[in-house]
């Protein structure tokens, strides 16, 4: 595996990817970049660890969002599934 660097809202990181996943690390690295500074300067926030903090709430938030849409779903295969074996099909 080949290291990496990313720069994300100023600070320089180097990381270690997954053997295929390079371009995919860099693309969410470019992400949360953006998403950075668009919270910065959507409230002229000085502070880096606020900015931080906003990200990671609102990716949080997404996050669990998702996962219950997932569970909604998986929930509902468990259902068709439950009826399918009902109807002996």
């Known amino acids: 595996m080949d290291y990496v660097e990313i ?3 100023g600070q320089t990181f180097r990381i270690n990817p997954p053997d295929g996943e390079k371009e995919y690390y860099l693309k969410v690295a ?7 500074e668009e919270e910065g300067r959507k409230e002229d926030i000085r502070s ?5 903090v906003r990200v990671a ?3 949080a938030a997404e ?3 998702l996962k219950s849409e997932m569970d909604k779903g998986l929930k509902i295969l468990e259902r068709i599934d439950g009826n399918i074996d009902s109807f002996g099909a």
């Open 30 to 36: 470019s992400f949360l970049d953006k998403m950075m």
């Open 48 to 52: 880096d660890i606020r900015v931080a």
């Open 57 to 59: 709430f609102r990716l």
């Open 63 to 65: 996050n669990m969002g």
């Open 7 to 9: 720069k994300i809202f």
